[in-house]
């Protein structure tokens, strides 16, 4: 029986690039037919960002130095894209980034109860499809709840963040393998992928993948 494929997938529920990058290997996934096992990790883009959050667009002038010309032209992209994939992206002159350490606690927590995955896509579509208030502590919680996990569970996650050193540890960990960026993508513990590279990219690599263990 062939070992399925190790999947590291370091990533933020704030990068589009993330999920886009996802669903992008996720198609290649079902076109090669590849068993895998997919396995997610924190990493925060903004770690300093305050429990407000920022409006988008000028947390993207601040941080990148875009024009709002560039900014629109990168978000009209990333819509036509997100819907060849079957995401959408709904765009508001009030989209917000928000900081996620909690997110990842509560990602961490549901691993454990082997939800991760799921929680991780519905964490995905509530900031960029819903635009939902992820800084709110009770916005998470019922996420999860939507999500066939304990809400009184999750707000109590939250509350005590006892999991914070465990997602302190991993964020630390994927830095130190030089992680500055997301998507990263891990491929068996040794073959690094950064960026979304597109769906037949991704199915390249997968081909070059399988000829390694012929």
Not at 7 to 34: F, H, N
Not at 151 to 174: I, K
Request: proline share 3%; with cysteine.
């Amino acid at each position: 029986m062939t070992e399925p494929l190790r999947i590291d997938i370091v990533s933020d529920v704030m990068c589009p690039w993330c999920i886009i990058g996802y669903r992008q290997l996720a198609k290649a996934l079902e076109a090669t037919d590849t068993a895998h096992e997919i396995h997610w990790h924190p990493f925060e883009l903004n770690p300093e960002m305050p429990a407000e959050g920022q409006n988008t667009r000028e947390h993207i002038v601040e941080k990148y130095g875009s024009t709002p010309e560039q900014s629109e032209q990168s978000r009209q992209h990333m819509t036509a894209v997100g819907h060849d994939l079957g995401f959408e992206f709904a765009w508001a002159e009030d989209s917000r980034m928000h900081n996620t350490f909690n997110t990842h606690q509560l990602l961490h927590w549901a691993d454990t109860q082997g939800r991760r995955h799921d929680l991780k896509q519905a964490l995905f579509t509530a900031h960029f499809t819903e635009r939902r208030n992820l800084s709110d502590t009770a916005v998470l919680a019922e996420i999860a709840a939507e999500n066939g996990l304990d809400r009184a569970e999750a707000e109590a996650v939250l509350a005590d963040q006892r999991f914070a050193n465990e997602v302190r540890s991993a964020e630390q960990f994927w830095q130190q393998q030089g992680i500055t960026g997301v998507p990263a993508m891990v491929f068996n513990r040794k073959h690094l992928v950064t960026g979304a590279q597109g769906v037949e990219n991704y199915t390249n690599i997968l081909a070059q993948l399988a000829d390694m263990k012929d």
